[in-house]
């Protein structure tokens, strides 16, 4: 069964940086766009960024735009997110997804504290 | 940005019950709009997309319709485990955007 599964969150101040991870298997990870996605607590579903398969096309929402950088590794099967400046807005837990017209296969997320 | 919006925001329903959710978008977005159901603390579970197709492994009691503007998400004969939060996202365009949610709730 496909898996994708994120590491690298924490408890992290105002203005520090974190690196999500998101691990897949079980299928051919080169060959899906992929996307993270967050939600506050309490709160709705925000989507956060999007990158191709061969990372030639990037987006990002607007409330992270040169804060945070997506990227991949295909050799590793592996998704991240840096993401810089942090603000308290960015607390959430981060899901890394699969997309496939929808998200097809999400991961179970990891979470992001931003406090001093 | 493409706006999403969801009614009703909550919903209180039996088991049995046949429940409808709207998910209203703010520019014309074809066919590119996905409903989700989240459980507390796990991950969404892609129910429909394409607005209308059923994802594998997802009840035949979950049906989709609309185009354009107006979608709805429909639960034919709700059962105990449908008690959730419902989303719905347009794929249309970056950035994808997600209605507000509707909470389903036990009469």
């Known amino acids: 069964e496909v898996q994708l599964v994120e590491s690298g969150g924490g408890l992290v101040q105002p203005g520090g940086s974190l690196r999500l991870s998101c691990a897949v298997s079980?299928?051919?990870?080169?060959?899906?766009?992929m996307n993270w996605v967050r939600q506050a607590p309490g709160r709705g579903l925000e989507w956060v960024s999007y990158?191709?398969?061969?990372?030639?096309?990037?987006y990002y929402a607007d409330s992270v735009k040169g804060r945070f950088t997506i990227s991949r590794d295909n050799a590793k099967n592996s998704l991240y997110l840096q993401m810089n400046s942090l603000r308290a807005e960015d607390t959430a837990v981060y899901y890394c997804?699969?997309?496939?017209?929808?998200?097809?296969?999400w991961g179970q997320g990891t979470l992001v504290t931003v406090s001093s | 940005d493409i706006q999403m919006t969801q009614s009703p925001s909550s919903l209180s329903a039996s088991v049995g019950d046949r429940v409808t959710i709207t998910c209203r978008a703010s520019?014309?977005?074809?066919?590119?709009l996905n409903w989700y159901q989240q459980k507390p603390g796990k991950a969404p579970k892609l129910l429909i997309y394409?607005?209308?197709s059923l994802q594998s492994g997802v009840p035949s009691r979950f049906s989709g319709s609309g185009s354009g503007t107006d979608f709805t998400l429909t639960i034919s004969s709700l059962q105990p485990e449908d008690f959730a939060t419902y989303y719905c996202?347009?794929?249309?365009?970056?950035?994808?955007?997600f209605g507000q949610g509707t909470e389903l709730e036990i009469k």
């Open positions: 997804a699969r997309e496939v017209g929808g998200f097809e296969y």
């Open positions: 079980r299928f051919t990870f080169s060959s899906y766009s």
């Open positions: 990158i191709s398969s061969s990372s030639d096309t990037i």
């Open positions: 520019q014309s977005i074809s066919r590119y």
């Open positions: 394409a607005a209308s």
């Open positions: 996202q347009q794929s249309y365009s970056t950035p994808y955007t």
